[in-house]
């Protein structure tokens, strides 16, 4: 492999690791705060980016409008899942929640199948030509997918870290009880953290699907990484998630040469397996809420 090689599945690993970031962001904010991996995260990704291929389809509005949309529709639903099923079933075993979200996923992939159908989609997108530096190639797709990626992982640090919502969101993790004391409206906080998981979900499926196609498998395929990523960097750490998703795509590129693109799921197990034996608390060091 030379060097250019080398840099060309480096800037393949750094574009899908911001996409996988976001999924992974959701995962590990839902942890942070609601105790259990919302295995549903996937599907809801799947969901984000039928809803965005229906919008250009049956609309024939451009992708952004689409992709908008398709984030207030994934929202929407993310929010009714946490009132109408997670919300019922705080203060149990975490499991209770986890085996809801499976099912939740199952519910939405067999709607997706049956309304959608099983063919692969994809966006209506203008052909492009990558430039070429010398042999690194880069799509001028794929610099959008990461700008947006990037532009609003930011944008949700900012909430997490600069605004009374991340804080109230803080106290909601470390103590329920003594939010509530404190005149915190937990409900309300929970909704808006519902409606911003499933509005990064969205936006990560139509990214996903502007860099291959959209199927009723692609959120449980990138369900994997996500939460590899997200143990990798520290279960409940927004910047672990992230980290560990740039790190963990990295390695499944820089892979592809020696093991071929097909075993990249399973770099993903081999990771998440390493990481549970090892270091169980992740890169951060130790098991760290939303603080």
Request: aromatic share 8%.
């Amino acid at each position: 492999m030379t060097w250019i090689d080398f840099v060309n599945l480096l800037i393949n690993g750094l574009i899908e690791g911001l996409v996988v970031a976001l999924p992974a962001l959701a995962m590990t904010l839902v942890m942070g705060v609601n105790r259990f991996p919302n295995a549903a995260t996937g599907d809801m990704l799947t969901t984000g980016a039928y809803a965005a291929v229906a919008v250009q389809l049956l609309g024939g509005w451009p992708l952004w409008a689409a992709a908008l949309i398709s984030m207030v529709v994934t929202a929407l639903v993310s929010a009714g899942s946490y009132t109408l099923i997670f919300r019922k079933l705080a203060g149990r075993p975490m499991v209770s929640s986890m085996l809801a979200a499976i099912g939740l996923g199952f519910l939405l992939r067999s709607l997706i199948g049956f309304f959608a159908g099983h063919d692969q989609r994809t966006f209506d997108l203008p052909l492009v030509r990558a430039w070429n530096f010398g042999g690194i190639r880069i799509l001028p797709t794929d610099l959008a997918i990461a700008a947006v990626a990037a532009v609003s992982l930011a944008v949700v640090f900012v909430l997490i870290y600069r605004t009374s919502f991340g804080r109230q969101l803080r106290a909601v993790a470390d103590s329920a009880d003594l939010a509530r004391a404190s005149g915190i409206r937990a409900n309300g906080l929970m909704l808006s953290l519902w409606l911003l998981v499933g509005a990064l979900s969205s936006l990560g499926g139509v990214l996903l699907g502007m860099k291959a196609v959209v199927s009723p498998e692609m959120g449980w395929e990138s369900l994997i990484p996500a939460f590899a990523a997200m143990v990798l960097g520290g279960i409940g750490s927004p910047v672990g998630a992230v980290l560990g998703a740039l790190l963990l795509c990295v390695a499944q590129e820089l892979a592809v040469p020696l093991m071929g693109p097909s075993y990249k799921l399973v770099l993903s197990f081999v990771v998440l397996a390493l990481v549970l034996l090892v270091r169980p608390a992740g890169i951060m060091g130790r098991v760290q809420l939303v603080r």
